[in-house]
């Protein structure tokens, strides 16, 4: 068998066994009984396997083969050749298997460099800054407060009394919901602890009143009667006010209370002047409007009537009627 089928044999096998991972004892039994020149191939595959290179990379399987050409060259020049010429060709391929392990350990040096090298990553930008939502705290029980200053009454309406009044800046507790529209019986914020109810057309609530109870209407209170008192007297000194007991007094004078705006229109009542005095009044007297009138057939008094818009429970005084001498 000729050196280079030899060769080539024993290049095929060492290939096969390298790439099923198996190591050099068995490259062994492939060097065994080879010619002189393969045996130098067997021992230079046996270096590059005692030093971990021919594994799997086909770059140092390449070196492998740069070295089977050294040695085949090698055994070609061996016989009959030129020395000047063999020592050249020799020359020629050391500087190639240098070079060539060189680039290997350069493309190594790179490939650690590369692995060893932090990859760059863009920094990331500034945060954004979601606003953090602010709450108004929920009251724990319903508050109400106005915008401009409202009567507290013991009923919805003015036929009820005022009992007290809430005040623009100031707040108080809300204890039911009115059964009437748009009514509140909330916490009395002149007396503490006695409700009262709260007209809702200035006011702002605050807090939850679902679960708040209605509270029903009071009965409507019966107004309490009022009356209308005064004098009819001679102003002497012409100054419009009674100065008793400077000035003197009529008795007798009659006087009518109609119902309604003046002129009116039934009479309520009527009354004479007082002959101690000049006094005269009008009691029992129902919240209402009222005229009050002379009686235009006596002397002449000032004035002829008098315009009387009565509250509940009022009682009014000082309507007077004067004479001027």
Same mark, same amino acid.
């Given at each position: 068998?000729s050196?280079h ?9 060492y ?6 991972n198996?190591?050099?004892p ?8 080879r ?6 191939v067997c ?5 590059m ?7 799997t990379?086909?770059?140092y399987?390449?070196l492998?083969?740069i ?12 016989d ?15 500087a190639i298997?240098?070079a ?10 790179q490939?650690?460099?590369? @692995?060893?090298t932090?990859?760059? !990553? &863009?920094a ?6 979601? *606003?953090?939502p /602010?709450y %108004? =705290?929920?009251?724990?029980v319903?508050?109400?407060e ?6 507290c ?11 007290g009044a809430?005040l623009?800046?100031?707040t108080?507790?809300?204890l039911?919901?009115?059964s009437?529209l ?6 009395n914020?002149?007396?503490p ?6 007209w809702g057309?200035? @006011?702002?609530?605050?807090g939850? !009143? &679902?679960h708040l ?5 009071? *009965?409507t209170? /019966?107004? %309490? =009667?009022?009356s ?8 002497g ?13 009529i008795s ?7 119902e309604g705006?003046?002129p009116?229109?039934?009479?309520f ?5 007082s002959s ?8 029992n007297?129902?919240?209402?409007k ?7 057939n006596q ?11 009565l509250?509940?429970?009022e009682?009014r ?5 004067r004479y001027?001498?």
């Amino acid at each position: 068998m000729s050196v280079h089928t030899e060769l080539k044999q024993f290049m095929k096998a060492y290939m096969f066994i390298n790439n099923k991972n198996v190591h050099y004892p068995i490259i062994n039994l492939l060097c065994v009984k080879r010619s002189m020149s393969v045996r130098g191939v067997c021992a230079n595959v046996h270096l590059m396997d005692n030093l971990e290179i021919v594994k799997t990379p086909d770059k140092y399987i390449l070196l492998a083969l740069i070295i089977v050409l050294i040695t085949l060259s090698a055994c070609t020049l061996s016989d009959g050749a030129d020395p000047r010429v063999a020592t050249q060709t020799y020359q020629a391929l050391d500087a190639i298997a240098e070079a060539t392990v060189q680039a290997i350990q350069s493309q190594e040096a790179q490939a650690t460099v590369q @692995a060893s090298t932090p990859s760059l !990553t &863009s920094a990331p930008g500034p945060a954004t800054l979601t *606003p953090t939502p /602010i709450y %108004s =705290p929920t009251p724990a029980v319903p508050i109400i407060e106005v915008s401009l200053d409202s009567n507290c009454r013991t009923g919805p309406g003015k036929v009820y009394d005022m009992v007290g009044a809430l005040l623009v800046g100031e707040t108080t507790e809300i204890l039911a919901r009115g059964s009437v529209l748009n009514y509140w019986v909330v916490d009395n914020p002149d007396y503490p602890g006695h409700e009262c109810w709260l007209w809702g057309k200035y @006011a702002t609530v605050s807090g939850d !009143t &679902s679960h708040l109870p209605i509270r029903s209407v009071a *009965p409507t209170p /019966i107004p %309490s =009667p009022g009356s209308i008192r005064g004098y009819v007297y001679i102003d002497g000194n012409h100054n419009g006010q009674r100065d008793d007991p400077v000035d003197g007094h009529i008795s007798g004078a009659n006087l009518f209370l109609k119902e309604g705006a003046c002129p009116g229109t039934t009479t309520f009542a009527t009354a004479s002047s007082s002959s101690a005095d000049g006094s005269y009044s009008f009691y029992n007297v129902p919240a209402g409007k009222y005229c009050l009138w002379r009686d235009l057939n006596q002397q002449t008094f000032d004035p002829d009537f008098h315009s009387i818009d009565l509250a509940p429970g009022e009682n009014r005084t000082e309507v007077n009627f004067r004479y001027l001498p």
